[in-house]
């Protein structure tokens, strides 16, 4: 799986519910995680792949690697923190994101089991950013608009380099 970067179409597209979860799932669970672990990140979504369905894998804090599939984010904490984020169809840059603290999560694992999820800190944060890449959201669109232009235009430099 190749990881596909900012200016790709695909990125910017809402990603699909998966309907039956088969088993293929299992075999696509696998390969995202190897593309997560080859791009040295710690999450990654279906639609950052090409995949335009709603599924990512995070892998954080040394825990066994985690499979999300149709999650739905059901709360999130009052508390919000700044965190810096960076993103692997973003390679290179980085910026301070505002999310909430905490968050439950609902989905579904690549047995086609449902489970439910409380969690804090870094993964909470990973979960939330993944889960943006399903609705076609980048980190860097919620950063104000002249850090986002900022990267955008040193984007498009090196782009064109």
Not at 116 to 142: C, K, M, N, P, W
Request: proline share 5%; hydrophobic share 40%; with cysteine.
């Amino acid at each position: 799986m190749d990881i596909i970067t900012l200016g790709n179409d695909l990125l910017r597209q809402k990603a699909e519910v998966i309907k039956p979860i088969g088993a293929e799932y299992k075999k696509i669970a696998v390969e995202l995680i190897d593309a997560l672990r080859e791009g040295g990140g710690v999450g990654l979504a279906g639609p950052q792949v090409g995949l335009m369905k709603r599924i990512f894998v995070v892998h954080v804090d040394g825990d066994e690697p985690r499979i999300f599939i149709n999650p739905s984010i059901i709360r999130t904490s009052q508390d919000l923190v700044k965190y810096e984020e960076g993103c692997l169809s973003v390679p290179g840059f980085y910026a301070e994101v505002m999310r909430p603290a905490e968050i439950r999560v609902q989905a579904w694992n690549q047995n086609g089991r449902p489970f439910s999820l409380d969690a804090g800190g870094i993964l909470a944060r990973v979960i939330q950013h993944e889960y943006d890449h399903l609705e076609g959201t980048l980190f860097i669109d919620r950063l104000s608009e002249p850090k986002r232009n900022r990267i955008l235009a040193k984007w498009e430099k090196r782009r064109k380099a």
